[in-house]
């Protein structure tokens, strides 16, 4: 079915659930879709004969399904609507299928608009899961104008080649040597500035929904974030107490470095406190004294939310700056890599 501007195949999920006899249904959807949900609910109570239950709680990505609670309201499916599959988020206590949310918008237009603006012939291709059904025509159009475009697979968190997310850019990386720079397709900055810190070559965005192209913007972006990164590095340097995020949402969960970050932060003489929440927020924390934050949840969260927190939240990278085990010459970007 189409939905404000989305192509969502709810019409393979009612073959699933009238299969399986599903009973109650829970829909997660994005917060830009929420207030599109009804023909959607519609339409699976009337093909399911189901009881549909809308959740209000945050769905970001993949990493981010509500499943167990769920449970006490007897729901026996949930439908995760917007994002593909990350192959390692798994053993749901409740079925879950996963919709993709395909933009209808043609990006041709922005793609051509992009040509003047990139680096070389050789050009990594990359987007979100929104568009990267556009990606042959992408390829199409920049063979059309003599240069070479490149499509790699990710690691396992990665559903298909071309896609990154805001946590993973293993697509890009490993094309990262064979291309002169990356034509990134979707909306917002965090994706391309992302890309380029973690593959350190130039990427323009072209973005369907403006038709604009930003080459330079992410330069100076990706500058900006440096700057504040640096800043945020330095604010931790000689902190005491430290508290050490650890998400309970299932795909941003790191135990394994939580663990190694808390033996870091012992060897340095600090103290330390393992704090667990499904969504962190700057209220849930300002009861807690401690100096700073290392956050092994969402790489967002420090980078994005920064400002929002009136203590510092550092990367588990950035901490190594700051009890003095990296240069910060070898900064790179947080990610959630396959293990
Ligand atoms: S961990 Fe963050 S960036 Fe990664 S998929 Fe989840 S919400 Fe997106």
Redesign the pocket.
Known sequence: MELAGYTIDVESAVQLINEKHYRTLAVQIPEGLKRHVFPLVDFLKKETHAAVLVSADPC?????VVNYELKNLDVDCVIHIGHTA?ADVENFWIPTIFLNAQSTLDVSKVVEKALPSLVGKKIGLVTTAQHLHTLETVQTILQQHGFEAFLAAGDERISAKGQI????FSSGANLSDQVDCFLFIGSGTFHPVGLSMSTKKTVIAADPYTNTVKKQEIEDMKNNLLRQRYGAILSCRNARRFGILLGL?R??QRLTQASEIEQMLHDAGRLCLFITQDQFSPSALQGFDLDCYVSTA???LAIDDYLQYKKPIITPIELEIALGRREWETYVFDE?LQE
């Open positions: 970001f990505g993949a990493c981010d990350i997310l805001g946590c993973n949402k795909g941003q969402c790489p967002r959630i």
